[in-house]
């Protein structure tokens, strides 16, 4: 079956950094998906990877290794408005997004 | 601003009562989505569309439907709500290109509640 791993839950405070990693099994690969989404709110995108290698836009990097079917989002300078779950979706070779369940980060002041 | 709508944000329905949500976008994108959202899970797909080709997901139950009237619109119908059926709904569209769906961007959701 398909499956995107991520951990449930973190911590980290304000003004740090934070890395959130994503392990997948799926059908085929044809992209990896970063979405922010605040409690009660719909997801955001953030970022998108395709090739190996490191994309960054901002306070956000994210990255790839398609042979470690491995990702990471990196988030520097924290703040509290950071706070949110993020979601990693891959979307396999039917162009169909498998979702993971996603990692709530919690910053503390 | 382009964007993905959804209405009614909150939605507040009665055990088996049908009820219809709906959504709406500027952004011209063929592509249409339908997904059910649980506390801390992953999104669920429960159907999409390729302009008006219907697409549903196999585990997707017959108590749900959907409409797609024009580019526009789609809609979300429920036709005998379950206690289960309480969730957050949420819409996205992406634009169709040659090899696949693009980025899907997200409507704020409809937060149904099942009394």
């Known amino acids: 079956g398909q499956n995107i791993d991520q951990p449930t839950e973190m911590t980290a405070t304000e003004g740090a950094i934070v890395q959130i990693n994503c392990t997948y099994q799926?059908?085929?690969?044809?992209?990896l998906f970063w979405y922010q989404q605040h409690a009660g709110e719909a997801p955001t995108f953030l970022s998108y990877?395709?090739l190996d290698g490191l994309e960054e836009k901002g306070r956000f990097s994210s990255f790839l290794s398609r042979s470690k079917g491995y990702s990471y989002l990196l988030l520097k300078e924290l703040q509290m408005k950071d706070s949110a779950s993020y979601l990693c979706?891959?979307?396999?070779?039917?162009?169909?997004?498998?979702w993971g369940a996603g990692t709530k980060l919690i910053i503390k002041p | 601003d382009a964007m993905v709508i959804q209405n009614p944000r909150y939605q507040v329905t009665q055990f088996g009562k049908p009820v219809t949500l709906s959504c709406s976008q500027t952004?011209?994108?063929?592509?249409m989505y339908w997904y059910q959202q649980k506390s801390s899970q992953a999104p669920k797909l429960l159907f999409h569309?390729?302009?008006?080709?219907?697409?549903n997901e196999a585990d997707t139950p017959d108590n749900f439907q959907s409409r797609r009237p024009n580019t526009s619109f789609c809609f979300l119908d429920i036709r005998s709500p379950g206690l289960g059926d309480a969730a957050m709904y949420l819409c996205?569209?992406?634009?169709?290109?040659?090899?696949?769906?693009?980025?899907?961007?997200f409507g704020p959701g409809t937060r149904l509640t099942v009394l």
């Open positions: 996205a569209t992406s634009r169709a290109r040659e090899g696949g769906p693009d980025t899907q961007y």
């Open positions: 952004l011209n994108h063929n592509v």
């Open positions: 569309y390729y302009d008006k080709d219907f697409n």
């Open positions: 799926t059908s085929g690969f044809n992209g």
């Open positions: 990877n395709v």
């Open positions: 979706a891959v979307r396999d070779s039917n162009y169909q997004l498998i």
